[in-house]
């Protein structure tokens, strides 16, 4: 696709009323995002009360993989590089029935290939559990494959859901998708207390099947106007280009799906509880990705996407310089304020029941390994999402694959000395070599974003964050001495340093003249006060009906 850079000064002056919009959609779906990872969070310390970093929650974890792993693969990278950017080109009132007949035939496949692959779940579990684990104990093989069993059927729903959030999305129906995720959640929130002292680790894949299902339940009504049936339109254009902008992606995700089921074996063997405790640093590291650049990507895409099928790429720049502003803002203190705060929350939310001391120091260690490439995945969601809304998957999936070749090198390098630790460390270089390649390809694509401050936000947020983090450092260590012990002084210590460090940071931010935070808070602020669910304010398209409308990877609230 071929554009020039910006060269119009009106590019170069940010829009307050544009600013306030991608806020304001970021706060929708940070709001869902909140709720989803809050009730997360609960699930997981749910979790470790009943499970600890046994062998037996690590083979679970193995297998609650594979079906995410199928999805992304099927579903997940199509969601975002392929049926958001199409689907998007028939969202006028006039289109409805066109999108209905596609939408219908999406649905129909996803169906038949994802019943297939529950089929062959069932069917070879035991080898399959053979390829994905190699712990010592055989028993615990056997945990592995009995858990693929039950957790299959959610695969099916999983990929009834990815194309139903596609079409929500491409609607600007966040609301719907919000919800979504803190439902699944709810699923092993409610499985595992009812059901963990009667079967065990079991509880666990139930209570997946059971989210799965309450997940597309709560996002069925958002498309109530429209008539889906099953469909086989396979000549139709829109599911041709469909296919034609996933195969890349596909391709790319076979090595990444691959590089996954290497780094879950090896971890396996480096000693039965090294998945856990990787297990546990991810939900953490997830929820600042959850709350920041996924929400304000998923804001930004459909709008990115109406701009590139327009031509108007001044402003496309100035929807992804907006994007970048709030993800630098907002993920750079958190950043640092887990790195922190890692043992003290850590304690909080997890060291329970069967779940030590000891266990906490080793995912206390994980998170801050992960927390190195914490910022590089950040920023690959909003460059990953500029080729897609552009219709490019090849660009995004042939430097997933490059990336993927630096995990191995790291990986293996680094997991005789350090262990499991090797393999969380060999990911935040994957994330890194990812993010600096993709920048440099966007520069070279889209032109330099000049006037969007986005070196001035950036360096005055890494400031404030690195003086907030000291501030909070001390004070924890502070708190700590002082406050009981139990769970009451654990809270106090988390609850206090990290509320003081957020007001030291919006006030060092303010001084330093940033203001997105302050933006974005507005936005959370007033659409608190509406009760009832709204379409996003995004910036409308310039040219609506002209040309192919655009386009998270994002699997809707997945583990």
Request: aromatic residues 8%; charged residues 10%.
């Amino acid at each position: 696709m071929n554009h020039s850079p910006a060269s119009d000064s009106k590019s170069e002056i940010p829009n307050p009323k544009s600013e306030m919009g991608l806020a304001r959609s970021a706060g929708i779906l940070g709001l869902g995002n909140v709720a989803s990872r809050v009730i997360g969070l609960g699930r997981d310390t749910i979790t470790s009360y009943f499970f600890g970093s046994t062998g037996a929650l690590s083979a679970f974890i193995i297998a609650s993989n594979v079906p995410t792993m199928i999805y992304d693969l099927l579903v997940g990278g199509m969601l975002s590089a392929a049926l958001v950017p199409v689907f998007s080109a028939y969202t006028a009132q006039e289109r409805r029935a066109e999108l209905a007949r596609i939408a219908s035939t999406v649905l129909t496949l996803i169906a038949c290939v994802m019943g297939l692959a529950v089929l062959l779940l069932e069917v070879f579990a035991v080898p399959i559990a053979s390829l994905l684990g190699d712990f010592e104990d055989p028993a615990l093989q056997r945990v592995l494959a009995d858990c693929l069993r039950l957790i299959a059927p959610a695969l099916l729903l999983f990929g009834l859901s990815g194309a139903v959030t596609g079409l929500l999305y491409a609607l600007k129906r966040f609301s719907y998708t919000a919800l979504s995720g803190a439902v699944f959640n709810l699923g092993i929130v409610i499985a595992a207390p009812l059901l963990a002292r009667r079967i065990g680790v079991y509880a666990l894949p139930l209570g997946i099947v059971a989210g799965s299902l309450m997940q597309l339940a709560v996002m069925a009504p958002g498309l109530r106007d429209l008539r889906l049936r099953p469909a086989i339109a396979w000549n139709h254009p829109a599911v041709r280009r469909i296919l034609r902008l996933y195969v890349p992606i596909a391709l790319g995700l076979i090595v990444t799906q691959f590089q996954l089921v290497i780094d879950r074996r090896w971890a396996s063997a480096a000693g039965e509880q090294s998945v856990s405790w990787m297990r546990y640093a991810t939900t953490l590291i997830q929820l600042p990705l959850g709350l920041v650049p996924t929400a304000v990507s998923l804001a930004a895409l459909p709008s990115l996407s109406q701009h590139a099928a327009a031509g108007d790429w001044d402003g496309f720049r100035g929807i992804f310089a907006r994007g970048l502003r709030l993800v630098l803002v907002l993920l750079i203190p958190a950043t640092v304020g887990l790195w922190a705060l890692a043992e003290p929350v850590i304690r909080l939310l997890f060291e329970h029941g069967v779940f030590t001391a000891a266990d906490t120091a080793m995912t206390a260690t994980a998170l801050r390994f992960y927390l190195i490439g914490l910022m590089f995945a950040g920023v690959d969601f909003l460059l990953n999402y500029t080729f897609y809304a552009r219709q490019d998957t090849r660009t995004p999936a042939t430097v997933g694959v490059i990336a993927v070749g630096f995990y191995f090198v790291a990986a293996l390098t680094l997991k005789g000395p350090l262990g499991f630790l090797g393999l969380v460390l060999a990911d935040s270089v994957k994330q890194a070599g990812h993010a600096v390649m993709m920048t440099a390809l966007l520069l070279g694509s889209l032109g330099r974003l000049r006037g969007q401050r986005i070196l001035a936000t950036g360096s005055r947020a890494i400031v404030a964050a690195l003086a907030m983090g000291l501030v909070v450092w001390q004070l924890a260590g502070w708190l700590a001495g002082r406050a009981p012990a139990g769970f009451l002084g654990e809270a106090t210590v988390v609850v206090v340093a990290a509320a003081f460090g957020g007001a030291f940071y919006i006030l060092a931010l303010r001084f330093l003249g940033v203001g997105e935070a302050s933006d974005l808070l507005h936005a959370l602020t007033a659409r608190l006060g509406r009760l009832r669910p709204t379409r996003l304010a995004l910036p409308p398209p310039p040219n609506p009906g002209g040309g192919t409308p655009p386009n998270v990877g994002g699997r809707g609230g997945l583990p």
